[in-house]
């Protein structure tokens, strides 16, 4: 597979929370050559089975999220600005920034996020940014932005993918799209391979407003062990304490309450074996992926998180590597070719 | 003007590394020019000989730098360390693309990640020197490999329509002056001697300004450059400065220096005359190569004209079409009749 094209298409296809259908609909289109049965339901999430063919079979669930992070528009004045709602967003990312609307008729219009230029720029303008202070233009006439424009559409950051230097790629939401990447790369590698396990494929939606769509998929296949894909903080020019994750380090395995420790020993033992790098990361309490949810869902379900660095994650300029990518893709393969039905455990004490 | 704002705002050349558009603009005068000059500080003098000989040098000028960085060492972290050149924001750089400058190198300038912060701290402004660029690179080596130390940094936004009849891309609001000179030079017969000067390093103290006015000491001066415009629902009206969409612009003042009444409002007249919309650019706080051409030798009469810009130094700055035409029509006028 080739990553970095796979990437770039799922990154060039926006999907806020509660506007995922679009990217739900690619991710599906591209887990199919791999699944046996496949599903979008109507909150968006795509489940994919890869079925072992043995009856009663434990079933493991790789998740990651498909919603991206979204503005929404919430005014638009006399003049045709529109002002926006951007929860979750730093300000100082939003200053000038590039970005499209989604019109109630799906029509897509380009926006620049307003500034006032150094010369005229006075007293607490100069040092500080806040979102209810700006707006968007977009260089139409006020009647034609209020014919378009309707509350509540969603706002985009605009860029697509870049390729940087030293195999790092550049855009918006890779949080958690490159996740998804891993995930078709190990689909692909698990195809044609015979699993003791079945494997559930899911890309969940509204992760980013508290995961409802992963407790919706897990409530309803109560799987026996659910992994949860997502992206964490990589050492960068403004972050680099000495325990920072190195992008291209490879995968990284959580260990704490929503990702149990001799999963995460499983899954140290495949990489150690596959000569994977791989560092732990403690997650003492709230690990913000879906696996806080997915962990509470039927009956309770056990967890793993598995993540991979990521610099200015939530901007329009994350930062992944490749590499990254794929070994974590690796690792989730060679995981599940190693599954033996006595890993899981079982519920009865005496 | 689309296609002269196209293709001069797509040259890369931040202050003092102007040479690809000096270069591009002095091959293209070359069949329109009596002479074309250069000097050490890289600005272009392209004289047209018109109808008449005016008592003392006739300059009209505009800037050929635009935003931007110029590269310093690579850092331990990767990421190349910068220098700005004057008046750059921090806050229209944070989450922004860039590449280095004639060359295929992509890089972005951010802030780390409010998973890192806290949301406390993320309406903060960090100084540009906290800012640094990301090429990619996981270690010293891997930046010094990426981008060597002196070269350009500039946005990389390109020239776009955008909206109902707006430009937008980087340079649009740098080179708007130059392209309109270009197409002077190229379409228009000058009433009296003219010297086309495209200034170098007018973001850095003006100082290609500087040696351009002892060269040729002018007695009348026109700048022709964009115009700051301030009016978004961010800015007080009274901030405004100047209105897209209200046409060419006719400076006051600037920081240092008062136009020359007479001449503004002779601009004015013509423009009246011909039915060239205008308006007052009124907040001018910062200097341009105006106050600077006619004050460096002898001392001359000095006009500023402009188009309104939005997003000035961003790397998606808009200019409309409007606007632009009516800035060309008033740089004709003088040209042709003043």
Redesign the interface.
């Known amino acids: 597979m080739d990553v970095k094209e796979t990437l770039k298409q799922l990154t060039n296809v926006l999907g806020g929370s509660g506007d995922e259908f679009r990217a739900s609909a690619l991710f599906a289109d591209l887990i199919r050559p791999f699944a046996d049965e496949i599903e979008t339901d109507s909150y968006a999430n795509v489940t994919a089975f890869k079925r072992c063919g043995v009856k009663d079979a434990k079933l493991v669930m790789i998740d990651a999220h498909i919603d991206q992070m979204a503005m929404m528009a919430s005014e638009i004045t006399d003049d045709g600005f529109v002002k926006f709602i951007a929860q979750g967003f730093d300000p100082r990312q939003l200053y000038g920034a590039d970005v499209v609307l989604i019109t109630r008729l799906g029509e897509a219009i380009p926006g620049i996020v307003t500034t006032v230029p150094a010369e005229l720029q006075y007293g607490e303008i100069t040092d500080t940014v806040s979102v209810d202070k700006l707006s968007i233009d977009l260089g139409l006439k006020a009647e034609t932005v209020k014919e378009k424009v309707t509350v509540g559409d969603f706002i985009y950051y605009a860029n697509e993918t870049l390729e940087l230097s030293d195999g790092a790629l550049c855009g918006r939401a890779f949080d958690d799209r490159a996740a998804l990447v891993s995930i078709l790369f190990a689909a692909e590698i698990l195809k044609d391979k015979s699993l003791v396990a079945d494997i559930l494929y899911s890309a969940t939606a509204r992760e980013e407003v508290g995961g409802p769509g992963a407790a919706i998929v897990a409530g309803r296949f109560r799987p026996d062990l659910a992994v949860a894909l997502d992206l964490t903080q990589a050492k960068c020019d403004a972050y680099n304490d000495p325990g920072a994750f190195e992008l291209g380090g490879g995968p990284v395995i959580g260990r704490g309450d929503h990702s149990s420790p001799a999963w995460a020993e499983r899954f140290a033992e495949v990489a150690r074996a596959a000569e994977i790098p791989y560092r732990f990361q403690a997650i003492p309490a709230h690990s913000k992926t879906n696996a806080g949810r997915i962990q509470i869902a039927g009956t309770g379900v056990v967890t793993a998180v598995l993540s991979f660095p990521q610099r200015y994650s939530h901007s329009s300029v994350e930062i992944v590597d490749v590499s990254d990518i794929e070994r974590t893709g690796q690792l989730i393969a060679r995981f599940a070719l190693a599954l033996r039905s006595e890993d899981f455990g079982s519920e009865v004490i005496s | 003007m689309k296609e002269y704002l196209k293709v001069l705002s797509s040259l890369d050349g931040v202050s003092g590394r102007e040479d690809r558009v000096r270069d591009f603009i002095a091959d293209r005068v070359r069949p329109h020019a009596t002479t074309v000059e250069t000097d050490v500080l890289k600005n272009l003098f392209v004289w047209k000989k018109g109808k008449g000989t005016p008592d003392r040098p006739i300059v009209v000028a505009a800037a050929m730098d635009e935003w931007g960085f110029v590269a310093e060492e690579a850092?331990d972290?990767?990421?190349i360390a910068l220098s700005a050149v004057d008046?750059?924001?921090p806050?229209?750089v944070?989450?922004?693309?860039f590449r280095v400058a004639g060359g295929e190198?992509?890089?972005?300038i951010?802030?780390?990640?409010?998973?890192?912060t806290g949301k406390t701290g993320?309406?903060?402004?960090p100084e540009l020197r906290?800012l640094?660029l990301?090429?990619?690179?996981?270690n010293k080596e891997?930046g010094k490999?990426?981008v060597k130390p002196g070269e350009g940094i500039v946005y990389d936004?390109p020239f776009a329509e955008?909206?109902?009849?707006?430009y937008?891309g980087k340079a649009v609001d740098a080179r708007l002056g130059a392209s309109v000179l270009l197409r002077l030079i190229e379409e228009v017969s000058p009433a009296l001697d003219t010297w086309f000067v495209f200034t170098a390093s007018s973001k850095i103290e003006h100082r290609g300004g500087v040696v351009a006015a002892r060269r040729i000491d002018p007695g009348t001066v026109l700048t022709v450059e964009a115009a700051?415009?301030?009016d978004?629902?961010?800015?007080k009206p009274a901030?405004?400065?100047v209105r897209v969409g209200e046409g060419a612009t006719l400076g006051l003042k600037e920081f240092g220096s008062v136009y020359t009444r007479e001449l503004r409002e002779r601009l004015a007249r013509i423009a009246a005359k011909n039915g060239v919309k205008v308006q007052i650019r009124s907040?001018?706080?910062?200097s341009g190569d105006a106050g600077t051409l006619h004050t460096r030798a002898s001392g001359a009469k000095v006009a500023g004209i402009g188009a309104p810009v939005?997003?000035?130094?961003?790397?998606?700055p808009?200019v409309h079409r409007d606007d632009l035409e009516a800035l060309w029509q008033l740089a004709k006028l003088f040209v042709e009749e003043v």
């Open positions: 850092k972290s990767g990421a008046g750059m924001d806050k229209a944070i989450g922004k693309r190198t992509r890089g972005v951010s802030v780390v990640s409010q998973h890192l993320t309406d903060k402004v906290e640094a990301d090429v990619g690179a996981k891997g490999a990426a936004y955008f909206g109902d009849g707006f937008r700051a415009a301030g978004v629902p961010l800015q901030l405004w400065s907040g001018m706080r910062g939005r997003y000035v130094g961003t790397g998606n808009i």
